[in-house]
Every structure is written in structure tokens, then in C-alpha cells.
């Protein structure tokens, strides 16, 4: 079943919550796992599977499921990493001898469907750097080998972005060949497979990180979401730690299309139109020092001509003592509905491509995730 | 055979646990503590044990009233008479 744009999920600090749009309006229809942080959660469009990761502060990642809609749910065994694996246990250590510790599940970032042509697959993203496979409908996962022996992360070119250890938060699966995969690392970068994960190829081709002495490395850039035009997957875009970059040739090489006298540069979400790959959202923040909204206003940024020009939109946005920031997996979009959740709890949703913005609520916990179905 | 209490806060998801004040269970050391706690409470282990079946960073096993000396391999001694309390730590809230 095709995403419609008519339920929206909510992964918050709080928990999980579930709203359907019935005529124009948002109802709640579900609330799940309340005062348990959900790092991501989605549902499958091929199953309509409602996936929940959670980040129990105590007793570890978990990840349920629920083929209700989140009336009943069923912890599944989350991913874990093989008996005796380790990581490097500094940040950027170039010493091959650098001391390890024990590699384990410290967080969910992502969990993604595979294509439709194998509905028993699934992914997950994590931390620390792991991906994870389920070829039976997520009741079990098996690490992705050929990516966590990659050789830049044996040689320690993998590191933390925001969290103590490298992640994997976004995992996009070509719909046009389902062997072809591109993932985003916080911190090591883009990397790609066109043998559904045997082998991994780094796609990092002009990016800069400016937060590196030598800011040009084969490996060590911080995309905080990568994303792929589906009508045309070989255009690909990135809210970069470092600003905005669009790939025309399937990530092979990235060109910076950063708005120059503009909020549209820092951030962590970024949305494609489903067949223009011109068009794209992203929700601009003040970066590292900061970290809140840009000029105290809240505006989501679109782009209808491939980054040449941005457009900050504004229209039913708080325009002052604003701190809010939106999350990389917090900024959604389908036909030509768009929503976000801030850190600060705001839910905001557009039924015209982002022109204007009504508020589904102000006091929702931190939003971690929001996603459509 | 040790006398086991937990935490209140696993009772949400292990409602059984909430069924009767403390359990009595056969072991030698806290891990095979733990493995039998699993046989009967299948899913247990894993919100005490890491991947690597360390003790996870935020959860306190108390053996006596004395914190767990190996949180690595859990080789703590048990025995007929240890009062052992599972519970969590407040840096984890």
C-alpha cells in the first residue's frame, strides 16, 4: 500500500502517538509506550506494520512492533552485535593500537523497509555503526558484514557526531533496484552497495567539512540525513553537518547548494518531492555554537530548482522567541503534505507544499521522529 | 537458594516479576543467576546484559547489599543465603 500522507507517526521522549486525518482534521488514534524515549518509529507501507525502537534510558534498545496500529504490540529480539566485536574506543584515533571496548547496541537510529519486491526484508540503522539486515520480517537481524569490516572503519575513520559512537540514520533502498542501497554515517559519511550489501563503495565526492583540518577526506563527513528523489533515484540530497548538498549521479559526486544570504544551511531534516528531484525542504538552524532557530523564527526553507534558490517559508510560524530545532528524522513529506516536530514539542503540518503551517499541537514531548504512512 | 528482588520499574515489562515480593532461585555466581532468571522470564537477560553480556551501564545488582564487583562477567559468588536486589541506577533516568 502507497504511503497516503493520512497518518502521521510521532517518536517522541515521551512516547509514541498516533493521528489519523479524517476530512481536515488530526485525531489521535493511538498512544504507545508513554514515558519511554522512541528513537524512531514508522510503519512498513508494504505491510502496515507500525515498527517502534525505543532507547530505555536503564535496560537498553528495544524495538516492538504492532499489526494494530499500536492497540497491542510484540517486543521483537533487537539487533545485536556478534560476541567479542569491538570499537575503537576514542574519537578520530589514527593509532591502529588505539584501545577497543565491546561493540554494542547503543541506539536505534533508523528502521527502514527493504523494496517492494521483498517484503520479508527490512533494515536497521545504529549506533555504534552497525546495520543490520532481517530477511524474515524483523524476527531476527543479522549485522550487514561486508559494511562493518568496511576498511575505514577498522582504520578508525568512523567516529561520533552528537553521540559518544558513528551512527547509521538514514538507509534508502533504490525503489528502481532494490540491491542498490545508499546509507548515511554520522560521522564517516555516504556509503553505497549495488549488490544488496556484499559489497560498499564510499560516495563522499565533494563534500567538505569544514570541522576537519584537512576538510576533504575520502571519509569522515557528518551527513545528518540523506534522502533520494524516488521518481528519479539518481538524485540524491544531504543536510550536511556542513550545509546542503544535492548529487545528480546516484551520490558519485556532491555539489553544495547551501543558500548563501539565507537560514538554508545548517540543519538536520531534509525532504524531497516525491517525482521532481528539484524540490526539496529543509528546516534551517544556527549550527554548532547554538542550536536553536535561526533569528529566533521558525521557518521551513523549499527550493524548487535544485538549491539554486531557497524560499523560507513562514506563514503561521512562530516569528519570535522561537528556540525550536527539528530533528533529522523529524521533518516529513508526502503529495503535498509536509510536517515537522521540534525539540521543543511543536508539531506543525502544511497541506500546501509548505506555504502555509497549522499547529497540531505545542506541548508534545521532544520529537524524535515523525513519519507518515 | 539466593533470595532475588527487583525493581519495581521491570514490572511493566515483566508483570509476573510484580506477582510475588522476591523469587528464590539456585545459583552459583550472579551470571548463572541471570541464566536461570532468563529460563524463566524469556527476554529478562537482555534488559540486564549487553550485547556482550556485561552488566548494562545503568543497571545495579546489589549481592548483600554490596554492589557487583564484576559488572564484565558477572563472577560474583552467590549462594544459599545471598539476598541479591536488581535494580536501576538513577544515572540512567
Redesign the interface.
Known amino acids: 500500500m502507497a504511503r497516503t500522507g493520512d497518518t502521521l507517526i510521532l517518536g517522541t521522549r515521551k512516547g509514541l502517538f498516533l493521528f489519523d486525518r479524517k476530512g481536515g482534521d488530526w485525531k489521535l488514534a493511538s498512544t504507545s509506550f508513554l514515558g519511554v524515549p522512541i528513537s524512531y518509529a514508522m510503519i512498513d507501507h508494504r505491510t502496515g506494520t507500525l515498527w517502534a525502537g525505543q532507547d530505555?534510558?536503564?535496560?537498553?534498545c528495544k524495538l516492538s512492533r504492532s499489526r494494530d496500529r499500536g492497540r497491542t504490540w510484540e517486543?521483537v529480539?533487537?539487533p545485536?552485535?556478534?560476541?567479542?566485536?569491538v570499537i575503537k574506543n576514542s574519537m578520530m584515533s589514527a593509532d591502529p593500537k588505539a584501545p577497543e571496548k565491546?561493540?554494542?547496541?547503543r541506539y536505534l537510529w533508523c528502521i527502514e523497509p527493504g523494496g517492494d519486491d521483498e517484503p520479508e526484508r527490512l533494515y536497521i540503522g545504529t549506533e555504534p555503526g552497525g546495520l543490520f539486515v532481517s530477511s524474515d520480517g524483523g524476527d531476527t537481524w543479522e549485522l550487514n558484514r561486508p559494511l562493518w569490516d568496511h576498511p575505514s572503519r577498522l582504520a578508525g575513520q568512523w567516529f561520533g557526531g552528537g553521540r559518544d559512537n558513528a551512527g547509521i540514520h538514514s538507509v534508502i533502498i533504490d525503489p528502481a533496484d532494490s540491491r542498490r542501497a545508499l546509507i548515511g554515517i554520522s560521522c564517516a559519511g555516504t556509503f553505497e552497495t549495488a549488490d544488496g550489501g556484499q559489497s560498499w563503495t564510499v560516495r563522499n565526492n565533494g563534500l567538505r567539512s569544514n570541522f576537519l583540518p584537512e576538510p576533504n577526506p575520502e571519509v569522515g563527513h557528518d551527513p545528518h540525513l540523506v534522502v533520494m528523489c524516488p521518481g528519479n533515484t539518481s538524485h540524491l540530497w544531504q543536510q550536511n553537518h556542513c550545509g546542503i548538498w544535492k548529487s545528480t549521479d546516484h551520490g558519485r559526486s556532491w555539489i553544495n547548494v547551501s543558500e548563501k544570504d539565507g537560514p538554508a544551511s545548517f540543519g538536520f531534516a531534509v525532504a524531497v518531492d516525491e517525482r521532481d528531484p528539484n524540490q526539496a525542504w529543509v528546516a534551517p538552524a544556527i549550527a554548532d555554537e547554538c542550536r536553536v532557530a535561526v533569528g529566533g523564527a521558525l521557518c521551513i526553507s523549499r527550493t524548487t530548482d535544485g538549491g539554486k534558490t531557497w524560499k523560507a517559508l513562514r506563514e503561521g510560524l512562530p516569528q519570535e522567541q522561537c528556540y525550536d530545532v527539528v530533528y533529522r528524522h523529524g521533518l516529513d513529506k508526502v503529495g503535498d503534505t509536509l510536517a515537522f516536530g521540534t525539540t521543543t514539542g511543536n508539531v506543525y503540518i502544511s497541506t500546501d507544499r509548505g506555504e502555509c503551517w497549522k499547529c497540531l499541537g505545542h506541548h508534545f514531548p521532544l520529537v524524535y521522529s515523525l513519519r507518515f504512512a | 537458594m539466593a533470595r532475588v528482588e527487583f525493581t519495581r520499574h521491570l514490572h511493566r515489562f515483566f508483570p509476573a516479576l510484580g506477582e510475588q515480593p522476591a523469587l528464590e532461585i539456585e545459583a552459583r555466581d550472579v551470571a548463572e543467576l541471570v541464566e536461570r532468571l532468563e529460563a524463566r522470564f524469556p527476554g529478562l537477560a537482555g534488559y540486564l546484559l549487553d550485547d556482550q553480556r556485561a552488566l548494562r551501564q545503568h543497571v545495579n545488582v546489589f549481592v548483600n547489599g554490596r554492589p557487583l564487583h564484576d559488572r564484565q562477567s558477572l563472577s560474583d559468588a552467590v549462594d544459599s543465603n545471598s539476598s541479591i536486589h536488581i535494580m536501576q541506577a538513577l544515572s540512567g533516568g
Not at chain 1, 530505555?56 to 537498553?60: A, D, E, K, N
Not at chain 1, 545485536?80 to 566485536?85: D, F, H, L, S, V
Open positions: 530505555h534510558g536503564h535496560w537498553g517486543e529480539p533487537a545485536k552485535y556478534p560476541e567479542g566485536e565491546p561493540a554494542t547496541l
